[in-house]
């Protein structure tokens, strides 16, 4: 296709336009701004349509269940929500090791929180309950507070194991109740952030942790996850370690007691995660051919107990199992309020990482199905399912993407599906949970395992980041090193820092560039990309990419000093020395202005002007006071001057600013960027400003950017605009030298005059370190 063909190209016939005259021509009207009581007074006014609105808002079920479309979606439902259930139980018991709870506990925290979600959720697909992630940084404040140590007791007499020796066991019971309330508790004021952050509507905070973040910190968590359930797999003691290496502590304790390994716990194990692996790549192979996924955890769980209770593992090979599960739910208790103040950050953090994988988690499904979610609806609703479950001896919710998927996959069209895996969830607590009683709790460690292939595998995605984004690349490794090395929460916080970071240097250090223009179009662009394009002749278009603020303007100056070539103060100061020494040399009558204006030496081809001596030595006139006409005198400062002052050469008359990529400005760059202007204004160069967005000039307005010298005048909509302007002032000959008038102020004086406040304030590294100085002393 020929680019250059009628049909492909176009022409536009419009006026040059500056801002001010696109407004008038277009009768630009201010918006309209509501005062703060306006808006709250609108915010607060009620119909009976917008009561109704609100209800839905906060209870979604209304909106949807009333529309549930039975005959279609319910039989989906009932087989989805029995597959998810058995998965759920399953799940609620390997991850209550996770907590370092007892597994009934696991089984409550997949219960509850269902519930609530069902009424106030916006995602139709996810799975609420306990996610490994979480319920590792909840167990690792539970090991901190509530640690073995705590609860020795000693043992006088007959030894546990039969012998006479005096000893020390643990207070099981006591560490039980210990551990679970430090669980709930936290668990509750998990959810008490995440509500407040919900009515605050601050759920676009989430935002802030980027995909290369979640996704490192994530497969850090899964190695913490690994570790953590390495140590039930192979059934040796360990201590509890947490914080700053707690992994190669860990690993150090099982390899020094790696002897006192299980064979049976370690053959379970390892059989079970080969199998539970193996099968879900055939559920995820033939995913399109099966119509519902194995259930493999459910038979794997069911298998490994029967064989469990049939060989009597615990008492012939010392096998350790899970042995009680209670029947019934545990009394509601409300959070211990002492240790709220010893959780408060840990609790944050986990209420921001629970909420940021459960809502990235119900995005991919509602771009999927076609409906959206209300990010901070769901904030609520994660926070009140966080409440409820924690005054049940539950522990932290959010969701899982495998749980989840088996739920979708199995057909699950809404909530609905949900409730019914609870029913199935509810039925494990009252009836069959003391059926599984004999399973192995080195089976429970290696279902955990086995789930983590996926958090895992997103390993895979830093070569694809390195070659795509190298900032981001480092974002996924800065905090999966951190949150592996440091632990969690702080591995969280160090991965949010480094993100941030990144951004601020990427903002301090912006990309700039000097544009150029494609013959013959009204097209600008990087002159280092292209080989067709040419420079304007006198003109200079430089373009920020980037937000101009605080923090990179001092960089802004520089990139476009360097584009320029020439320091506009310096070559302010040097044309004023130059200019004090030709007036000196005129007073002393050894240079004089022709009726031109030019200024010549009374030396010429090496021929003494023998008069001006004469009248020197006659004494007819004092030193200094030697008659000057009145002659407008010019200086071509392009051209060899009368005095020894070198003098930088400026080589453009006009500057062009591009700031269409430009989103805002703050104070300082609008004070320094009026400054910069100036000084370039009183060195003759023009400045003008391009492709500002109406948000930018009313902020520029705002900040009162514009003033006498500083008019709304040089804002143009298009570079363009500003090049045709620039061309037809210079065909006009409008363009004029700013210190053409300056010599003839001042020959009526014997000293120069000195610089204008405004100019002795303007921004320069000389001035900043005087400033610096100052302070010091």
Not at 760 to 771: F, G, K, S
Request: proline residues 4%; hydrophobic residues 45%; glycine residues 6%.
């Amino acid at each position: 296709m020929d680019a250059l063909s009628p049909e492909n190209t176009y022409t536009v016939s419009r006026p040059i336009y500056s801002n001010p005259m696109f407004e008038e021509d277009n009768e630009r009207h201010a918006r309209e701004e509501r005062t703060l009581r306006e808006r709250f007074s609108r915010s607060c006014g009620c119909s009976g349509r917008q009561a109704l609105k609100v209800v839905k808002g906060v209870f979604p079920v209304i909106d949807w269940l009333s529309r549930y479309p039975i005959r279609e979606w319910l039989p989906s439902d009932v087989i989805s929500g029995v597959s998810t259930g058995l998965v759920c139980s399953l799940q609620g018991l390997a991850y209550a090791l996770l907590v370092s709870v007892a597994p009934v506990y696991g089984l409550y925290s997949a219960f509850f929180p269902i519930l609530t979600y069902f009424l106030l959720g916006t995602s139709r697909h996810i799975s609420v309950g306990p996610f490994p992630v979480t319920c590792l940084m909840v167990g690792s404040i539970v090991l901190t507070l509530a640690p073995d140590d705590h609860f020795l007791l000693p043992v006088n007499g007959t030894g546990v194991n039969g012998t006479g020796a005096d000893g020390i066991v643990v207070d099981v019971e006591a560490m039980e109740a210990q551990r679970i309330m430090v669980a709930s508790s936290m668990t509750v004021l998990v959810g008490l952030f995440q509500v407040v952050m919900g009515l605050l509507q601050v759920g676009f905070l989430v935002r802030y942790l980027s995909d290369p973040l979640v996704g490192g910190f994530t497969t850090a968590a899964a190695f913490h996850v690994l570790i953590s359930q390495l140590k039930i797999v192979l059934s040796v003691p360990t201590n509890n370690h947490n914080g700053c290496f707690s992994i190669l502590y860990t690993l150090i304790d099982v390899f020094t007691n790696i002897r006192q390994t299980n064979m049976a716990d370690l053959v379970s194990g390892l059989l079970t995660i080969v199998i539970v692996m193996a099968v879900k790549e055939v559920n995820t192979k033939f995913r399109h051919q099966i119509p519902v996924p194995i259930p493999i955890e459910v038979i794997v769980t069911v298998v490994a107990t029967g064989i469990s209770y049939a060989t009597e593992l615990e008492s012939h090979y010392g096998a350790s199992i899970v042995h009680s599960i209670p029947r019934g739910f545990a009394p509601a208790q409300p959070p211990n309020t002492e240790l709220l103040w010893n959780i408060l950050g840990s609790s944050f953090s986990t209420a921001v990482v629970s909420y940021a994988v459960a809502v990235s988690v119900a995005k991919v499904y509602a771009a999927k199905h076609d409906y959206t979610i209300d990010g901070n609806q769901e904030l609520i609703a994660f926070g009140f399912s966080n409440v409820f479950c924690g005054c049940f001896s539950g522990f932290v919710a959010s969701t899982a993407l495998s749980r989840t998927a088996v739920q979708e996959s199995t057909g699950g069209k809404s909530q609905v599906a949900g409730i019914i895996s609870a029913v199935m969830v509810m039925i494990v607590i009252l009836a069959l949970g003391h059926l599984l009683e004999p399973l192995q709790k080195s089976v429970l460690a290696a279902i955990v395992i086995a789930n983590l292939k996926g958090m895992f595998m997103q390993v895979t995605e830093v070569p694809t980041l390195w070659r795509q984004n190298r900032a981001d690349c480092f974002i996924w490794l800065a905090t999966c090193l951190a949150s592996v090395v440091l632990g969690l929460d702080v591995g969280l916080l160090a991965g949010l820092v480094f993100e941030m970071g990144t951004v601020v240097v990427r903002t301090q250090f912006p990309a700039c560039s000097t544009l150029g223009n494609i013959p013959g179009t009204n097209i600008y662009r990087n002159m280092k990309d292209y080989k067709n394009i040419a420079e304007v002749p006198g003109i200079k278009i430089f373009k920020c990419n980037a937000p101009i603020y605080f923090a990179n303007i001092d960089y802004f100056k520089e990139r476009l000093r360097a584009t320029v070539g020439f320091d506009s103060v310096r070559v302010f100061k040097k044309r004023n020395k130059a200019l004090k020494k030709i007036h000196k040399l005129i007073k002393k009558g050894k240079l004089r202005a022709t009726e031109t204006g030019e200024v010549v030496s009374e030396v010429s081809l090496g021929v003494d002007n023998k008069g001006f001596e004469s009248e020197r030595e006659s004494g007819q006139v004092e030193d200094g006071d030697w008659p000057v006409p009145e002659v407008e005198v010019r200086v071509d400062w392009a051209l060899e001057l009368p005095v020894r002052v070198s003098v930088p050469k400026v080589q453009i008359h006009s500057l062009v600013l591009d700031f269409s990529a430009v989103s805002f400005l703050d104070v300082v760059a609008v004070k320094s960027l009026r400054l910069v202007i100036k000084e370039f204004l009183r060195i003759g160069v023009n400045v003008y400003i391009a492709g500002c967005d109406d948000e930018i000039v009313q902020k520029m307005e705002a900040l009162a950017f514009f003033d006498e010298e500083v008019t709304r005048d040089l804002l143009f909509l298009s570079v363009h605009d500003a090049i045709l302007f620039i061309k037809l002032e210079t065909a006009n000959g409008s363009m004029q030298d700013a210190m053409v008038e300056g010599l003839s102020l001042m020959q009526d004086c014997k000293e120069p005059p000195p610089f204008t406040e405004e100019e002795d304030l303007i921004e320069t590294y000389d001035n900043q370190h005087r400033a610096i100085h100052g302070l010091s002393n």
